[in-house]
């Protein structure tokens, strides 16, 4: 069975076009903003049995179900850390159909767990090209490229997604703006992160990493003042 990494790799002209080129645990693994509209991904993790195939059988098996439920299998191996399987049964959905909904999303989430950010950058930029307007999309973008250090990129990101991300979503814009502070911080824009990590604790005042992030800023201003 081909591997999904030549697929991927395969994109990298179309998405050349588009642009395309663990930290605080409490953040470092966010995911998805919120479950795409219209897409279930409960079931994921309904039959885990199904997702310990050996490397041996998981072709056949693979070929026994039909794109809806290699989909759900490829997200319980990858919410399992069997990352090959997850790979083998997303590329078995993409030889047939390219434009299976969110697969690319979902594809780079995966990538970004397997950290090979260059490859989720792809995938993001893909899934955006087919869902325009998607606020997870822009934020897991916005994240892989922050993970490079391509700042620049990332705040683009994270502010499309702020743009676009309902705004009764407050926990979700609490970690947006809680990432742009430090893709603030990192590049030196102190003011700009001191910013961000109080619109952050407006969402979440009781939050202490917040504070303690808002007073390491305050510190590299030469202030001494408490993250309120």
């Known amino acids: 069975m081909k591997v ?31 479950a ?13 049995n199904k997702a310990n195939p050996t490397r041996q059988n998981i072709g056949a098996k693979l070929k026994q179900m039909s794109k809806d439920e290699i989909f759900q299998f490829a997200l319980a191996c990858g919410n399992q850390g069997n990352y090959s399987e997850a790979l083998a049964a997303y590329n078995e959905i993409l030889e047939n159909d390219t434009r299976y909904p969110r697969i690319y999303y979902y594809l780079g989430l995966l990538y970004r767990d397997m950290g090979l950010q260059d490859e989720a950058i792809c995938a993001f930029q ?17 994240y892989a490229y922050q993970s490079k250090g391509l700042y620049s990129d990332a705040t683009n990101e994270y502010k499309q997604s702020l743009h676009l991300i309902p705004a009764n979503k407050t926990l979700q814009r609490a970690n ?27 969402f979440k005042p009781e939050d202490k990493a917040l504070q303690k992030k808002l007073v390491l800023a305050y510190r590299a201003k030469g202030l001494d003042k408490k993250g309120k």
Do not use: M, R, W
């Open 126 to 142: 893909t899934d955006l090209a087919q869902n325009p307007g998607s606020p997870e999309t822009h934020y897991n973008l916005g």
């Open 176 to 202: 947006i703006h809680y990432n742009l502070g430090d893709v603030y911080f990192s590049s030196g824009a102190i003011d700009e992160a001191i910013d961000e990590y109080k619109k952050a604790l407006g």
């Open 36 to 48: 795409p509209a219209n897409y279930a991904v409960k079931n994921a993790q309904t039959d885990t």
């Open 4 to 34: 999904a990494y030549p697929i991927l790799c395969s994109l990298f002209c179309f998405c050349s076009v588009l642009g395309c080129g663990k930290e605080d645990p409490k953040y470092a693994n966010i995911g998805t903003l919120y």
